[in-house]
């Protein structure tokens, strides 16, 4: 089957975990983010993330969700991708994210930053 549903637990390129815990029928989600990278010496705790996933088209969903980063400070990530399912039936998230530091106004141009992630299931431990 083409359709995928984002429920469960996924790993990242960079080693970030995220666990999303359902997905409702209006198709928004929430769970958690586990970065395995930061920019800071803070010590990482797992973050909130709130989304939404096409439901309708039967597969290959298009989504969207927010990291909101208040265990380090007042920054926030957004991510968009797609799911996309494989010849061998794995799922793969394609996605692109822009995280927005907090700064001054004299700042603002230089405040937000933009990357790619590749997310794939796992059966680790919960973020
Ligand atoms: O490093 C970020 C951060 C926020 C405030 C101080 C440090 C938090 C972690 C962001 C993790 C990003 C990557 N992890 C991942 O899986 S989200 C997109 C990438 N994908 C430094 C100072 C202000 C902002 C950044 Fe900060």
Redesign the pocket.
């Known amino acids: 089957s083409h359709f995928c549903v984002l429920t469960g637990l996924w790993r990242?390129d960079?080693?970030?975990r995220?666990q999303i815990d359902r997905v409702n029928e209006d198709g928004s989600f929430s769970g958690k983010?586990h970065?395995?990278?930061?920019?800071?010496e803070?010590s990482?705790k797992p973050?909130t993330l709130i989304g939404s996933q096409q439901l309708s088209e039967g597969g290959q969903p298009t989504f969207g969700f927010t990291?909101n980063?208040k265990s380090?400070?007042?920054?926030t990530?957004v991510?968009t991708g797609q799911c996309y399912v494989g010849e061998n039936g794995k799922e793969i998230l394609q996605t692109m994210?822009l995280?927005?530091?907090?700064v001054d106004p004299q700042n603002n141009w230089g405040a937000t930053?933009v990357?790619t992630?590749i997310f794939t299931r796992t059966k680790g431990q919960n973020v």
């Open positions: 990242n960079v080693g970030s995220m983010y970065t395995a990278v930061s920019l800071t803070n990482i973050a990291v980063w380090f400070s007042e920054s990530t991510f994210w995280l927005r530091e907090k930053r990357g992630n």
